[in-house]
């Protein structure tokens, strides 16, 4: 599908004689090299490079409205080589943004929306974080999917109100990362028309020139891959940037790379062409060499009025949005259900019965009572709240038979159908980093899966989805020794330890059918962040609870056993609450009384108030805590090693190749281990 060009582009307005392109582009020069300057840190090298090609693209072809970045329809635009970020504040200052220059002189500084590397939300028209090279790419394939198949479900004959593409700027770095790779390979498979990948091809990174580490041939990549590549474009020549994105556009059945060869640095006399120009402030007198040899007469931070108004696109970017408007008025008009749920969509809101359906839901599990395992009871949440939440899109990195991310309701994605399914193949990073385009673009809310010991492979997207405060939903199952047989390889020691050490991350490890419906609950509801789900693939034992048990577990812990006059605390997660729950029992009918805690979520626990904190686990009990995992985690809540009132039941070595139960008993996952450790304690 072509975009439906109802205003015309700057661009193509053919009464104001075409901005000079020069200006523009020195314009973005002397800002990236001075704002670094003042900086003394930062990366002037690929501003300086790609000015051109940001010319040809922000200055004739992007729809954006610097007015309202939020603008559902606008393109979006991705820097993936976040380093150049010079580059995309100079071009949202430049374009209208709010932006001020003082932004711009306070670049990197504490408390400036200009950081080191673009940050979501902190600068406005920065559609996400980038800076781990390579993952910009995977957000902008997940935009451009989100964009696909928002609009199948929305347009409607007549009516087209999502139409917009995905842009992503990538250097060899972004081409190195094995993520690329990943998200690309996929892209093409996918045939998403809409995604335009504008490499700098400049044969510099960080060690010197590529030459030595880097001779893929990229264009025969990208081909291999199913893209529509135009390759050997000069970089520097603004025009044939412009014909290269137009033959993108001519594109509707796969994305389009587009090659560009650039200077890195270019303008700077002794620095162009060099590594020297990627990283480090030009200095003072490498600065002015510059401004001599562009014939740049300006002084630091100022812009000719004339390069203002050539950039200058808020008239236009008024038009693009208020003829949308338009637009979607009268779609409204014609289909008014279809334009409140895509607000609703966009707005990133639960449907106002949410609450009382996801309540409605917990209930009924609770009756049920079963003891399965909690991917089964994960897969059962996904089946209740799936077909009330379009926004939903599932998906695993090839092993959906076994994670259980699929509902009776899934259909497959694919480059000729819409759905609500990606088979991501086995690519746990760049499913990840989809997920979060798909989540950033807005309409959406993903949840992808794997076993949790691959979410190593996914953890930096894992962090940057939290650095961001996204919602994004990460399940992962075979959460410890308790797979079996498939061994040390497979079964997560560190991994719920490691994940909860990343702030602003939900880490969920529920323990029966009841605590996985408010896990996902939670996880569905938390909008400021992203969550994860420990699931086991083992059966685990259902909890009878009240009500008020129910209630609490969304506070990340509670009190699911108690007794009069405890001693104790046995604080356990997931599959090893049965083992706490047994090892209670065994000491109730020994005459010794203690109270188990079940904490399905720590971070959310610990965001409690501090009477809920000390009502759950109160001060002076002695405590224990049981986790199929590394111990160290548990001592912020049970004491140091040398605690004599603190133990911790876990296991601090890689696991062992052998059925489950065998497992268990092998590492001291048993009710006498527990009942020894709280005896222990209680010295
Ligand atoms: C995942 C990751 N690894 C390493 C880095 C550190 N780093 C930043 S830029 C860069 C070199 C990138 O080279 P290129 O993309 O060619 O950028 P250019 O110098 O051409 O602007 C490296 C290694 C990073 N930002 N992200
Ligand atoms: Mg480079």
């Known amino acids: 599908m072509t975009a439906s060009l109802s205003v015309p582009h700057p661009a193509s307005k053919t009464h104001q004689p075409p901005p000079d392109t020069r200006l523009l582009a020195d314009a973005i020069r002397a800002l990236a090299m001075d704002a670094v300057q003042a900086a003394n840190s930062g990366h002037p090298g690929m501003p300086m490079g790609m000015a051109e090609i940001a010319v040809a693209l922000w200055n004739r072809h992007l729809r954006h409205n610097p007015a309202n970045p939020h603008w559902p329809d606008r393109d979006r635009f991705v ?6 970020s010079m580059l995309q504040y100079a071009l949202l200052h430049l374009t209208g943004y709010a932006l001020p220059l003082d932004e711009l002189k306070h670049f990197r500084q504490l408390g400036s929306a200009t950081p080191g590397h673009p940050e979501l939300g902190l600068t406005p028209g920065v559609e996400t974080t980038t800076g781990p090279l390579g993952q910009g790419i995977a957000n902008a394939v997940g935009m451009a999917l989100a964009e696909r198949l928002l609009a199948v479900e929305f347009n409607r004959p007549g009516h087209t109100i999502v139409d917009h593409r995905t842009y992503v700027f990538a250097g060899d770095g972004c081409m190195m990362e094995g993520i690329s790779h990943e998200a690309c390979s996929l892209a093409g498979t996918l045939g998403l028309a809409k995604l335009v990948c504008i490499y700098d091809d400049n044969g510099i990174s960080i060690d010197g020139q590529v030459a030595g580490w880097f001779t893929d041939d990229t264009p025969m990549r990208f081909a291999a891959y199913g893209w529509h590549v135009v390759p ?25 790379l587009i090659c560009c060869k650039t200077i890195i640095g270019r303008g700077s006399p002794t620095r162009a062409g060099t590594q020297k120009a990627h990283g480090e402030a030009l200095g003072e007198k490498e600065v002015a060499l510059t401004r001599e040899a562009l014939g740049w007469t300006y002084p630091a931070f100022e812009i000719p009025q004339a390069a203002y108004d050539g950039w200058n696109a808020r008239e236009c970017g008024e038009l693009l949005e208020s003829d949308w408007n338009r637009r979607f008025a009268a779609y409204e008009a014609e289909y008014p259900a279809l334009a409140t749920e895509f607000r609703r969509r966009l707005a990133g809101e639960l449907p106002p019965d949410f609450a009382a359906h996801a309540a409605a839901f917990a209930a009924r599990q609770n009756d049920k009572a079963e003891s399965i395992a909690t991917r089964k009871a994960s897969q059962q949440a996904i089946e209740a709240f799936a077909p009330m939440l379009p926004e939903m899109i599932g998906g695993a990195a090839d092993l ?15 480059a000729h159908s819409p759905g609500n399914y990606v ?7 760049a499913m990840t980093a989809i997920a979060s385009g798909l989540t950033l673009h ?19 997207a894992v962090r940057m989805a939290a650095l961001m405060r996204i919602r994004t939903i990460l399940v992962y199952t075979h959460d410890s020794i308790g797979l079996g047989e498939d061994g040390p390889t497979h079964q997560s020691i560190e991994h719920a330890a490691a994940l909860r050490l990343i702030p602003q991350l939900d880490v969920w490890r529920p323990c029966d059918t009841v605590e996985t419906a408010l896990a996902w609950t939670a996880a569905l509801e938390h909008r400021r962040g992203p969550s994860c789900l420990l699931l086991t693939r083992q059966s685990v034992s259902f909890n009878p609870r009240r009500a008020d048990q129910i209630e609490a577990i969304r506070r990340g812990a509670y009190v699911l056993v108690d007794a009069e006059g405890a001693r104790a605390t046995i604080i356990a997660t997931g ?25 399905p979520c720590c971070s959310v626990f610990d965001r ?7 009502a759950v686990l109160p001060r002076g009990l002695p405590r224990v805590a049981v986790e199929a995992g590394v111990t160290d985690y548990w001592r912020k809540y049970v004491g140091a090693v040398d605690d004599p009132a603190g133990a911790v039941v876990g296991i601090d070595r890689f696991g062992e190749s052998a059925p489950a139960a065998v497992l268990f008993k092998h590492f001291g996952f048993t009710v006498d281990h527990v009942v020894a450790a709280v005896r222990s304690v209680l010295g």
């Open 232 to 256: 050997d474009v000069d970089g520097h020549d603004v025009d044939a940037v412009d014909a290269a994105i137009r033959s993108a556009h001519a594109t509707t059945d796969r994305p389009t």
């Open 608 to 614: 409690q108030d501090a009477a809920y904190r000390e």
């Open 423 to 429: 088979n991501f193949g086995v690519r746990e990073f």
């Open 442 to 460: 807005g309409g959406f809310i993903p949840y992808v899966g794997t076993f949790l010991t691959f979410s190593d492979y996914a953890r930096n």
């Open 575 to 599: 599959s090893e609450v049965a083992l706490a729950v047994g090892a209670q029992k065994a000491l109730a009918e020994a005459g010794l009384p203690v109270r188990v805690v079940s904490m």
């Open 79 to 84: 820097l993936s080589n976040g380093h150049g």
């Open 400 to 414: 959906t038979g076994s994670v259980f991310t699929n509902w009776s309701g899934s259909k497959a994605v694919s």
